[in-house]
């Protein structure tokens, strides 16, 4: 997607197998998206949209009814984990990161 905005600047977006598969990609191999975004677009508004750009991403992503994000997807921005160095309310800047990781559970 291209924003038209002069002030759009991009956002790298990565997810983990087999999360590929829920943006149109391989599930088995890592999917790398490049989003345009305007500045000062938080890590909420932005995953939000990009849920908007792929419905089953968004399905995944988010409990609409509860109004949060939901438990099998780990965000991080910039290599944190959200909750550690950033929130939902968190600015984006220009170049961050944004890794979208499958919770695994084993025993």
């Not at 309310?89 to 220009?94: E, K, M, T, V, Y």
Request: net charge negative.
């Amino acid at each position: 997607m291209r924003a038209t905005p002069s002030n759009a600047t991009q956002v790298r977006v990565e997810l983990l197998p087999p999360l590929g598969a829920l943006v149109g990609r391989e599930s088995n191999r890592r999917a790398k998206l490049s989003i345009d975004f305007v500045d000062g677009e938080t890590v909420l508004d932005f995953l939000l949209r990009l849920g908007g750009l792929y419905p089953d991403l968004h399905g995944q992503l988010w409990d609409d009814e509860r109004r949060e994000l939901r438990q099998p997807i780990e965000i991080a921005v910039n290599g944190a984990v959200l909750g550690i160095h950033h929130q939902l309310d968190s600015p984006l800047h220009r170049g961050d990161e944004l890794l979208l990781v499958p919770q695994y559970q084993g025993g």
